[in-house]
């Protein structure tokens, strides 16, 4: 049981790039959601989804753009990249069963775009 | 949004000594968790609190749901270095599993 898997571990990108970072779990979660990490923040929350073909915006969503085609895979995208971007990016699996609700985490995207 | 202020900052303590953080809001909410997040790893789940006044444990770790709603409590007894790391307290940003918002994280050090 891989829990929730973040592809890359590591990556560097060019000022107007575009990639993808990959998030898969296993655990048959309804809810999945992308988080950045910037030093001495907590994790802020990006884009989320409650179930396949369903996304909305977190609190920072501008520059990352999100699908979900299956329950397993929450990919995320930036378009073109800015150093503002230079973050380390998680992605978290939840379930909510009777209004309770514990999301599990990756083991993180350390991004640096130059 | 909703903010969670989170004390204190860092802490500096010797092995063996007891532990407090707390995390305060300004908005109520119905349910508290507690991560831990060591260097180059994802936060990992110690404690989830669902109740106001619920008080719950996990080893050496207690975390308490404070009574007004609006804060909770983490305390680690008899620390040992393999507590090192960054907690976070977290509480959910609408009504359902639509993501978390968190705190910015107390820092633990402890000196041998």
């Known amino acids: 049981n891989a829990g929730v898997t973040q592809t890359p571990k590591f990556q560097v990108l060019k000022t107007g790039q575009s990639m993808t970072l990959q998030c898969a779990q296993d655990?048959?979660?309804?809810?999945m959601s992308w988080y950045r990490q910037d030093p001495g923040m907590g994790l802020r929350l990006i884009h989320y989804?409650?179930?396949?073909?369903?996304?909305d915006q977190g609190e920072v969503p501008n520059g990352y753009n999100v699908s979900r085609s299956t329950t397993e895979d929450f990919p995320l995208r930036l378009l073109s990249a800015a150093p503002s971007q230079t973050s380390v990016y998680f992605c978290?699996?939840?379930?909510?069963?009777?209004?309770?609700?514990?999301?599990?985490f990756g083991q993180g995207t350390r991004l640096t775009v130059v | 949004g909703q903010q969670l202020n989170q004390s204190p900052q860092s802490m500096f303590i010797q092995e063996g000594e007891d532990v407090s953080m707390n995390c305060t809001s300004s908005?109520?909410?119905?349910?508290w968790l507690w991560y831990k997040q060591e260097p180059g790893e994802g936060p990992v789940l110690l404690i989830a609190?669902?109740?106001?006044?619920e008080l719950t444990s996990n080893g050496r770790l207690t975390a308490q749901f404070g009574i007004t709603r609006k804060d909770s409590f983490l305390n680690i007894s008899a620390s040992i270095p393999s507590d090192v790391g960054i907690y976070f307290c977290?509480?959910?940003?609408?009504?359902?599993?639509?993501?978390?918002?968190f705190g910015k994280g107390t820092h633990l050090i402890i000196q041998p």
């Open positions: 978290a699996s939840s379930y909510g069963v009777g209004g309770r609700t514990e999301a599990f």
């Open positions: 655990m048959n979660h309804e809810y």
């Open positions: 989804s409650v179930g396949a073909g369903i996304t």
């Open positions: 908005s109520i909410f119905n349910t």
């Open positions: 609190l669902y109740k106001a006044g």
């Open positions: 977290a509480g959910p940003l609408g009504g359902g599993a639509d993501g978390l918002t």
